[in-house]
């Protein structure tokens, strides 16, 4: 194929500028390791062996970071406490777009666990869960299931999602991608609510990488086939530096701390 | 490749300068950034010597850059995306084009991305039918006013919010506003329609990471992660150099990059993307692309002198603190990229010999290197341009220059190297200086040509009445009667 050989040239006159390099000692281990360097021996031991003081800290930590992110942080005691914020949320905010209050969520069992679809229904506000998209489906069939996920997910004014974990030192949320769990939740919604347990939250980028690079409980799905970091809401400032939430994505982010 | 227009550097430069509401942009601007930068660096746990730690990660994914791409192509074809690697702009460009034929295109929707800015992607698009809209905020202003950007991360920074008022209740036909809310809330209005009908997102890459196989982008707005997530079809650009092995060195890399860029430990949104939506999952791109363009960047990469600018990740840190690029402002530079990274790879990009005032503009102060959160010697690669236009360098195609400084330098070294001929001749011209208009301390305000143009905006100092060797020597006899 004409595009193959291209890259053959291509790849060709790089190694041709790159010049005679001691191709034999290129460092393959070091490019691409095959085992957990000492580095990230002690970050995965640092995550494991966390106690109990030292996820307190954490916490801290994250509440600081996030505050000037305007990330708004609620450390609630259970599922009812859960429930009854995201029900304040529910009620204090309308919606930005105009139109009837709608909410989406992940199909994810912590978020079904706080039952919020009875309460919901008795206001009636519809309640949106997504759902993976069956396989066996024909590929018209597919487009237009996803299409009503598209139009549901648009039309609501909060989305609600879990998340894979949730760094402290810069408070940000982890998401990698799954069936059943749409990216656009968490994008599309003007107010976001993100939903963690504490055993979720990690320092920093670092001890995450560090997990998806080489714990065998992550290491599978690994990156994913998108990782999002996502630190508190969309802003922008590009009009005379004056800072605007809300540019494209989610003005308003809460992140709903959870007991283990 | 879009437009260049280097050869313009001087004429344009004086119209930033002479531009009041550029200037305070811009000083604005430098005063929030370039401080706050030196600070974030200070502040890094591991202090600010993670960016020679960087620049060393950069430096031995340049030096692998073969196997990098390879193993980056590969990850992605695994996970179902496409991977184009284009010499030119022209072919990056048309490979683009015919997605969007292929696929019916007529509304795309774009993240910021100087790489499509340099290849001039837009304009073709356009020309073959489809609706190209710039959705980073800035981007979108300066799209509206048909403009070009004039930073690489505040794009829009020569507009003030009463132009962007004006250009609102003209182009969106929304209620005159200057208030910045107000017009953001227009533009998200906006743009929101636009994403949704969107058949195609195309972005480009802050950098990559081969070891996993994805790209990642980084936005405050969301834009770019709108844009990668609802269209159909994603295409992703990336300059050939945009890449490092691991994971870990990524971590490095991105920390600075957002301290470099917008003093931000984080940006609001980084998405690591490894290729399209899998089966199952409702949304995400079901066809992804990316295209790894080279267009004179291996040029680079074969000159040992110039192989560190391949470090560079576009953060824009060196604009923040460069005093020439704080008084002339982005469209001096001609090109896509403006600032210090500007004077050293637009010429190289795009050809030295009309490029040349680039390198001739900066002032060698040193700010940029202390500034980069790479580390890169952009001061040693100006020195290096403007060496090879005097001496001139077949490789860059550039003649040496005229005689006229060689000459100079051979009647002056002719000069100092017969002391009695230098002598009379500065005692003549003492006397002769008496004709010349004098400013502040005697100082000349106007030397005669061809040495006028030194006077334009600077005095010169007057000989001295008795030549330093005279004054010496008396010196030495009343000492030595002494
Ligand atoms: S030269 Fe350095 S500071 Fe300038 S854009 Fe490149 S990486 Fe950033």
Redesign the interface.
């Known amino acids: 194929m004409a595009?193959e050989r291209?890259?053959r040239?291509?790849?060709d006159?790089?190694?041709?500028?790159?010049?005679p390099?001691p191709q034999a000692s290129?460092p393959?281990e070091?490019?691409?390791?095959r085992k957990p360097?000492a580095?990230?021996q002690r970050l995965l031991g640092a995550v494991s062996g966390r106690s109990e003081r030292e996820r307190e800290e954490l916490l801290r930590r994250l509440r600081a970071?996030a505050a000037p992110?305007h990330l708004q942080i609620e450390a609630v005691v259970d599922l009812a406490a859960a429930r009854a914020t995201v029900l304040r949320l529910v009620a204090e905010k309308s919606p930005e777009?105009g139109g009837e209050k709608q909410l989406v969520a992940w199909s994810h069992k912590l978020i079904e666990s706080l039952d919020l679809a009875e309460p919901l229904a008795r206001q009636g506000i519809p309640l949106w869960m997504?759902?993976?998209?069956?396989?066996g489906l024909a590929p018209e069939a597919a487009a237009e299931?996803?299409a009503r996920?598209?139009a549901r997910?648009?039309a609501s004014f909060i989305g609600i999602t879990t998340a894979d974990f949730c760094l402290a030192?810069?408070a940000?949320v982890v998401l990698r991608?799954?069936?059943?769990e749409?990216?656009?939740v968490a994008?599309l919604p003007s107010i976001h609510i993100a939903l963690v347990r504490r055993g979720q939250i990690l320092a920093d980028?670092?001890e995450l990488?560090?997990l998806?690079?080489w714990d065998e409980r992550y290491r599978g799905a690994?990156?994913?086939?998108?990782?999002?970091?996502?630190?508190?809401?969309?802003?922008?400032?590009?009009?005379?530096?004056?800072m605007?939430h809300?540019?494209?994505?989610?003005r308003e982010m809460f992140l709903l701390i959870l007991p283990d | 490749m879009s437009a260049v227009r280097t050869e313009r550097y001087v004429e344009e430069s004086r119209r930033g300068i002479a531009d009041p509401v550029l200037r305070r942009a811009l000083s604005g601007l430098q005063e929030r950034f370039g401080r706050g930068t030196a600070e974030a660096y200070r502040r890094l746990p591991e202090g600010p010597g993670l960016r020679q730690t960087a620049h060393a990660i950069r430096e031995k994914a340049i030096a692998n850059l073969d196997l990098l791409l390879e193993r980056l192509a590969a990850r992605i074809r695994a996970n179902g995306g496409e991977v184009f690697f284009a010499a030119t702009g022209e072919e990056a460009v048309s490979y683009c084009a015919g997605i969007a034929r292929r696929r019916g295109v007529k509304l795309a929707v774009k993240g910021k991305s100087m790489v499509t800015e340099e290849i001039g992607l837009n304009s073709v698009l356009a020309a073959q039918g489809v609706e190209v809209v710039e959705t980073d905020l800035g981007e979108y202003i300066i799209q509206l006013a048909g403009e070009s950007p004039s930073h690489i991360i505040a794009p829009a920074i020569h507009k003030t919010r009463n132009e962007v008022a004006d250009l609102f209740a003209r182009k969106l036909g929304i209620p005159y506003t200057t208030d910045p809310p107000r017009l953001t809330q227009a533009a998200r209005r906006a743009l929101r329609e636009k994403f949704l009908a969107a058949d195609m997102g195309i972005s480009g890459v802050n950098l990559a990471c081969a070891e996993t196989g994805h790209i990642s982008t980084v936005s405050n707005e969301g834009n770019i992660r709108m844009a990668t997530t609802l269209p159909p079809v994603h295409v992703a650009f990336m300059g050939l150099e945009r890449i490092v092995a691991r994971l870990d060195e990524y971590e490095i890399i991105l920390r600075l990059l957002c301290r470099g860029a917008s003093v931000q430990d984080i940006g609001t949104y980084v998405s690591l993307i490894g290729g399209p939506r899998r089966p199952g999952e409702s949304d995400g791109p079901e066809e992804f692309h990316l295209v790894v363009v080279d267009n004179g960047r291996s040029r680079l990469l074969a000159d040992p002198r110039f192989r560190e600018m391949l470090c560079c990740i576009r953060c824009a840190a060196c604009l923040n603190v460069c005093p020439v690029y704080g008084r002339i402002g982005g469209h001096a530079y001609g090109f896509a990229y403006s600032g210090p990274v500007g004077a050293v790879v637009t010429p190289l990009l795009t050809g030295v010999q009309r490029g040349r005032d680039l390198c001739r503009g900066e002032t060698l102060c040193g700010a940029c290197k202390d500034a980069c959160s790479m580390d890169i010697d952009l001061p040693r690669m100006l020195l290096e341009l403007r060496a090879i236009l005097a001496a001139g360098d077949a490789t860059w195609g550039v003649k040496p220059e005229g005689g006229l400084e060689r000459n100079v330098w051979r009647i002056w070294a002719g000069l100092v190297s017969h002391p009695g001929l230098y002598e009379r001749l500065l005692r003549a011209g003492a006397v002769l200086q008496g004709l010349l208009p004098r400013g502040v301390a005697g100082w000349i305000r106007r030397l005669p040509p061809p040495l006028s143009g030194w006077t334009q905006s600077r005095d010169f100092p007057p000989l001295a009445k008795a030549p330093f060797r005279s004054r010496w020597a008396r010196r030495r006899r009343e000492v030595g009667r002494g």
Request: hydrophobic letters at 35%.
């Open positions: 595009d291209k890259e040239f291509f790849l006159s790089l190694r041709r500028a790159l010049g390099p290129r393959m070091d490019l691409f390791p360097s580095e990230d970071a992110l777009w997504t759902a993976p998209i069956d396989p299931e996803r996920q598209r997910i648009a030192e810069t940000t991608s799954r069936p059943g749409p990216r656009s994008l980028l670092k990488f560090a998806l690079r690994g990156v994913s086939n998108c990782l999002s970091l996502i630190s508190g809401p969309s802003k922008t400032a590009d009009i005379e530096a004056t605007v809300g540019a494209h994505g989610p």
